[in-house]
């Protein structure tokens, strides 16, 4: 679960930086809109992994 939020989190940034490439600002508009619901979606998958299968990867 927390490899498929870390590829939201990846998806993003993709729509968030093709977002800021484009010259429309309805779709720029809704292009961030977009990348912020994934965030969103990747935040909570990631706190429900957690809860299911703690991280044991903590580097120091």
Request: net charge negative; aromatic share 0%.
């Amino acid at each position: 679960m927390h490899r498929t939020a870390e590829a939201l989190e990846h998806s993003e940034a993709i729509l968030h930086n093709s977002a800021d490439k484009s010259p429309d600002e309805a779709t720029t508009r809704r292009l961030h809109d977009l990348g912020d619901a994934v965030t969103r979606e990747a935040k909570m998958i990631d706190e429900r992994a957690d809860v299911i299968a703690p991280r044991t990867d903590t580097a120091v």
